[in-house]
């Protein structure tokens, strides 16, 4: 049994309430690897926000539960050597079951995710309450994150192929009985780099995908039925052109890549949307990156330098969205 504090890191509670009395949402960015954590920790310690490290059940697979559990203690240590102690936590995305979520609570995450939204409402509630009971009964308080809505979009354990928006009526019924810290929503985000159809879009001049606005109108009812509690956003990458062709470029092919404009992402973080779910606009910087290394250089072979470019275009991705999308740089 480790506790989180032990780990130096902290639940999401005072995190949120700082975000959303200060107009921004804290960065919630995925992490497999070494390299990735390094990137996170530079960009957040460089643009001195806290930070959400995001562990997927597919990452523990990946990775190694134990290995990523220690990442994140050296993450803690890193921002220190790097010279500045931001607030760091370690959370478990769309965990699927009680019994992950527990695993996760005793071997140091310091908040965790239900997803309980593939489930009949009845059960999502019953699910959400009992990770709840367990979370919040711990030595350290573990915050629990639940979702009422379906986004589309694969996950690895979850995929879905349309959204359900949220319900408004729904939400303060739910919140009540499960006693959640956070609530995930569905208002027109999904998961992956093809967000929308292209049916379901709109082209510019030059053919480019311009998807439609997200659901305000229903973010807007559900803070009036909760007025302050913290709303996470999760399917919010924005799939940046550059990377798409860039990857296209050199080789790969992305067929209508679509992702959330960064001005409908700016809005959000500027109400109750205190969390907002980066992964797959990653993946882009660092296959983009990679892509390019392998073309232009193919005689090298060490993975230290195929990795290097990738990892600094991660660090600034993650730095430009802290200080211009999600306004949490200078919050920590
Ligand atoms: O929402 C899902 C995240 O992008 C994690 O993806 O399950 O492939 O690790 P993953
Ligand atoms: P993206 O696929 O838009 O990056 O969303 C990631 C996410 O929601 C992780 O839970
Ligand atoms: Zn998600």
Do not use: W
């Amino acid at each position: 049994m480790t506790s989180y504090s032990e780990l130096g890191l902290v639940n999401t509670k005072e995190l949120f309430k700082k975000a959303i009395n200060g107009g921004y949402a804290i960065p919630a960015y995925n992490f497999n690897n070494m390299e990735q954590m390094q990137a996170i920790i530079q960009a957040c310690v460089e643009t001195k926000s806290p930070v959400i490290l995001q562990v997927s059940a597919g990452a523990r697979k990946y990775a190694n539960q134990n290995i990523l559990k220690n990442m994140a203690r050296g993450a803690v240590e890193y921002a220190h050597e790097l010279g500045y102690d931001i607030p760091i936590v370690l959370h478990l995305d769309h965990g699927d079951s009680f019994d992950l979520c527990k695993d996760c609570i005793e071997t140091g995450f310091s908040s965790v995710m239900i997803d309980g939204s593939h489930f009949s409402y009845e059960e999502n509630i019953a699910l959400t309450r009992k990770v709840c009971e367990f979370a919040h009964s711990q030595k350290d308080y573990v915050t629990v994150e639940g979702e009422l809505g379906v986004l589309a979009g694969v996950e690895d354990d979850v995929s879905s192929e349309h959204s359900h928006y949220t319900q408004p009526d729904e939400v303060v019924d739910f919140v009540n009985k499960t006693k959640v810290d956070s609530l995930a929503i569905s208002i027109g985000t999904s998961h992956g780099r093809a967000k929308f159809t292209p049916e379901q879009c709109t082209r510019d001049a030059n053919g480019v995908l311009i998807p439609p606005p997200l659901r305000f109108d229903i973010l807007e009812e559900i803070e009036k039925k909760i007025p302050g509690f913290p709303i996470v956003l999760h399917g919010a990458s924005s799939v940046p052109i550059e990377y798409v062709q860039m990857i296209e470029k050199y080789g790969g092919k992305l067929t209508d890549s679509v992702g959330i404009p960064e001005d409908q992402l700016r809005k959000a973080a500027k109400s109750a949307v205190c969390k907002i779910n980066v992964d797959s606009d990653g993946r882009l910087a660092m296959t983009a990156q990679i892509r390019k290394l392998l073309v232009e250089k193919p005689d090298e072979f060490d993975p230290r330098k195929i990795l290097s470019p990738a990892r600094d275009e991660l660090k600034k991705l993650y730095a430009y969205k802290n200080k211009n999308v999600l306004g949490s740089a200078g919050q920590a």
